[in-house]
């Protein structure tokens, strides 16, 4: 499988990708931003992951620096898609993997079936 063809899902933080690395049944590039990035370090990510011409998933945490980044990220990657954790949760690393899973999955990303 060619880099172009692997999705992508962006998080901020380590924990994040660990978190989500483990409930996946796909070849997936998991990038973290290290919460919020300026507009240069940006432009280089999309770049240097090729994010213009693949199927790009943002996934952040529901608090106000998540969905400041998330902001930043829709307007560099208008065609990357949403996905949202449960706002009682607040963080993607404190969301119970069933429910990641879910939300995963509704994005049309597989996910191990031990997970759901």
Request: with cysteine; hydrophobic share 40%.
């Amino acid at each position: 499988m060619s880099m172009q063809e692997k999705k992508v899902i962006i998080v901020e933080g380590r924990t994040d990708r660990d978190k989500v690395a483990k409930l996946l049944n796909e070849e997936v590039e998991i990038v973290c931003t290290n919460g919020t990035i300026n507009v240069e370090r940006l432009e280089n990510l999309i770049e240097m992951y090729h994010m213009d011409h693949r199927d790009v998933f943002i996934l952040v945490d529901e608090d106000n620096a998540g969905k400041k980044l998330r902001k930043q990220l829709s307007k560099e990657l208008p065609h990357a898609a949403h996905i949202f954790i449960d706002k009682s949760y607040r963080e993607v690393a404190a969301t119970p993997e069933s429910e990641l899973a879910v939300a995963l999955v509704s994005s049309h990303i597989l996910i191990n079936p031990n997970y759901l």
